[in-house]
């Protein structure tokens, strides 16, 4: 019976890319497992088929020589039993396993080609990365700082250099796994993998470790670095320090140390962005009468405001260019000044008198108030009518 062709199987059109044949093989797999079927010939005949051609049509070279010659390529077995259909030999196995791992291995402690977990034959390992936490004020933020910090985390063992073996001596390829951190158990038709017990994934062995460090390659001591914060940034902002975290292991590169900054609040200043606000009381003389008032700036300096008569709590007034700079630009932010009318409060005998004859001769002062009340009444007889 002649083979169906291999776009055919997987349900997928001529010239699928890889993630177009990873996502059909992944969902045929699971519904024709042997272990979702048993006893069910059917099915496991089409798993065979499946994994046969996506054997395969997931290889670069190999599909390229399926998409000219077709079958005709892979005369002779291509994973298969010579003169037959496709069988559970060594060569399936190997073969299933490195499927498996491909489309599951982020289930199974990671697949191959990355840098962390197993060493697959690699002793190095990169080193984490690491967080600070700062806290500046907001006049700080305003005019950028040069802080040192001051951090502890593994550096690289200067006696061994980092590789965890004693000056004169190596690591040694480990004899259990062959230098490939990993091996392999046969169950079945399957091909289970693990961490190797001995090297614990870096695929080499110490046997004279270095005394420094124990053979880790690393030792751990507080470090000063210097941090620089530029004007204009916000609380929640993140600074990278590229090769500033945690010594790899074994001579592995370092990982990065991330700065997080957090702003205290002002006791003048709220900030919105790159603007200022800043409530500013004001006497119910110098409102009603008007006038000109100082108020502090972010830079340490003064601003003269000018209240205009009859000025009501929350006008406000803008001050352009005196807020906190943007980030990486020359643009500033505004101030605004935000009016709040303060009502006297402990008056003495004197000052109700004095109240109590401007409220006498007061007529069409408190326009908004008339309006109200006006409305009010005009509201309350609409009720009684």
């Known amino acids: 019976m002649a083979k169906r062709d291999y776009y055919e199987v997987l349900g997928v059109q001529k010239g699928a890319d890889d993630k177009e044949l990873k996502s059909a093989y992944r969902k045929l797999a699971k519904q024709l497992h042997p272990?979702?079927?048993?006893?069910?010939?059917?099915?496991?005949?089409?798993?065979?088929?499946?994994?046969?051609?996506?054997?395969?049509?997931?290889?670069?070279?190999?599909?390229?020589?399926?998409?000219?010659?077709?079958?005709?390529?892979?005369?002779?077995?291509?994973g298969g039993r010579p003169g037959g259909g496709p069988g559970f030999g060594p060569e399936f196995t190997s073969s299933m396993?490195?499927?498996?791992?491909?489309?599951?291995?982020?289930?199974?402690?990671?697949?191959?080609?990355?840098?962390?977990?197993?060493?697959?034959?690699?002793?190095?390992?990169?080193?984490?990365?690491?967080?600070?936490?700062?806290?500046?004020?907001?006049?700080e933020a305003f005019t950028g700082k040069t802080a040192q910090i001051r951090v502890p985390t593994a550096t690289q063992c200067e006696v061994c250099k980092g590789s965890g073996a004693?000056?004169?001596?190596?690591?040694?390829?480990?004899?259990?796994?062959?230098?490939?951190?990993?091996?392999?158990?046969?169950?079945?038709?399957?091909?289970?993998?693990?961490?190797?017990?001995?090297?614990?994934?870096?695929?080499?062995?110490?046997?004279?470790?270095?005394?420094?460090?124990?053979?880790?390659?690393?030792?751990?001591?507080?470090?000063?670095?210097?941090?620089?914060?530029?004007?204009?940034?916000?609380?929640?902002?993140?600074?990278?320090?590229?090769?500033?975290?945690?010594?790899?292991?074994?001579?592995g590169s370092a990982g990065d140390l991330y700065i997080f900054l957090s702003v205290r609040p002002h006791e003048?200043?709220?900030?919105?962005?790159?603007?200022?606000?800043?409530?500013?009381?004001?006497?119910?003389?110098?409102?009603?009468?008007?006038?000109?008032?100082?108020?502090?700036?972010?830079?340490?300096?003064?601003?003269?405001?000018?209240?205009?008569?009859?000025?009501?709590t929350g006008k406000q007034f803008r001050l352009k260019g005196k807020g906190m700079p943007i980030l990486r630009s020359n643009q500033m932010g505004d101030m605004y000044i935000q009016v709040t009318v303060e009502t006297p409060v402990n008056l003495s005998r004197r000052q109700r008198e004095l109240l109590k004859e401007f409220e006498n001769e007061a007529r069409n002062n408190s326009p908004e108030s008339e309006g109200f009340f006006a409305k009010a009444r005009a509201f309350w007889e609409g009720f009684g009518s």
Do not use: W
């Not at 010939?41 to 996506?54: D, L, N, Q, S």
């Not at 049509?57 to 291509?78: I, N, V």
């Not at 697959?120 to 600070?132: H, I, N, T, V």
């Open 35 to 78: 272990d979702a079927n048993p006893g069910d010939k059917t099915a496991e005949h089409k798993f065979k088929e499946i994994t046969e051609a996506y054997d395969v049509l997931k290889d670069p070279q190999k599909k390229a020589a399926y998409d000219r010659f077709g079958h005709a390529a892979f005369e002779g077995g291509m």
């Open 97 to 139: 396993s490195d499927i498996f791992e491909d489309l599951f291995g982020e289930f199974m402690g990671g697949g191959r080609g990355r840098g962390a977990g197993r060493g697959r034959g690699s002793a190095a390992a990169r080193g984490s990365d690491l967080r600070y936490n700062m806290e500046i004020s907001l006049t």
């Open 166 to 251: 004693k000056p004169g001596s190596h690591p040694k390829t480990c004899g259990t796994c062959g230098g490939q951190g990993a091996v392999r158990a046969s169950q079945g038709f399957f091909t289970v993998e693990r961490t190797c017990p001995t090297c614990h994934g870096s695929g080499q062995v110490i046997s004279d470790p270095c005394g420094n460090c124990a053979g880790q390659g690393r030792i751990t001591r507080e470090r000063t670095l210097s941090v620089n914060i530029p004007a204009g940034v916000e609380d929640g902002t993140r600074i990278r320090l590229a090769g500033e975290g945690e010594a790899g292991l074994r001579g």
């Open 268 to 312: 003048f200043f709220q900030r919105d962005g790159a603007d200022l606000f800043c409530k500013v009381p004001v006497s119910m003389i110098a409102a009603s009468l008007g006038g000109d008032i100082e108020v502090p700036t972010i830079d340490g300096k003064k601003a003269r405001v000018s209240i205009p008569e009859g000025a009501q």
